[in-house]
T-cell receptor, first 110, second 114 residues
């Protein structure tokens, strides 16, 4: 069964304190890994797609990396506005839907 | 590109009532998805359309749930005889059909069953 796990479940950082979030997956034949940001009461907002091991993508204070079994979302010098839940997802082995992890709830304190 | 829009944003209803939600995808996207999300969890897949054809349904989609996309544009999700366990955020997403493209989400309909 396709599975996506994320750690930690929740993370509290001081403003400026860099850290990383982890996403591990068990699908075979990866057809892309997708990172989303979700604010309370809103739908997930697309951030990055990674397609192959070794690939990296950056956007402002966020950098996503991919290995054969996991992805990391690195947050450098975070600000309070980076507080959100970060979700990762992979296409299901069979079908067109995405399988989502449970998310990491990030809080950045001023 | 006005994004994916969902209506209503919130729905409160009594157990046993029927509810219907609407999703308008990004206009050039021919793939449309419905997901359900409960507190502290990631979205869970319900069903998928390519144009007007419903091509996939999750086993989560009981026979009380039905979805349509009559002209390959907007979609509706109906839940009949609602139950307490149906309380959740119902999310709609759309994507283009070329390769493995990201899915773009609306802000969802939050359903509360009294």
């Amino acid at each position: 069964e396709d599975q996506v796990t994320q750690s930690p479940e929740a993370l509290r950082l001081q403003e400026g304190e860099s850290s990383s979030l982890n996403c591990s997956y068990t699908v075979s034949g990866l057809r892309g890994l997708f990172w989303y940001r979700q604010d309370p009461g809103k739908g997930p907002e697309f951030l990055f797609t990674l397609y192959s091991a070794g690939e990296e993508k950056e956007k402002e204070r966020l950098k996503a990396t991919l290995t054969k079994k996991e992805s990391f979302l690195h947050i450098t010098a975070p600000k309070p506005e980076d507080s959100a839940t970060y979700l990762c997802a992979v296409p299901a082995n069979y079908g067109q839907n995405f399988v989502f992890g449970p998310g990491t709830r990030l809080s950045v304190l001023p | 590109d006005t994004g994916v829009s969902q209506d209503p944003r919130h729905k409160i209803t009594k157990r046993g009532q029927n509810v219907t939600f609407r999703c308008d995808p990004i206009s050039e996207h021919n793939r449309l998805y419905w997901y359900r999300q409960t507190l502290g969890q990631g979205p869970e897949f319900l069903t998928y359309f390519q144009n007007e054809a419903q091509l996939e349904k999750s086993r989560l989609l009981s026979d009380r749930f039905s979805a349509e996309r009559p002209k390959g544009s907007f979609s509706t999700l109906e839940i009949q005889r609602t139950e307490q366990g149906d309380s959740a955020m119902y999310l709609c997403a759309s994507s283009s059909a070329t390769g493995n493209q990201p899915q773009h989400f609306g802000d969802g309909t939050r359903l509360s069953i009294l």
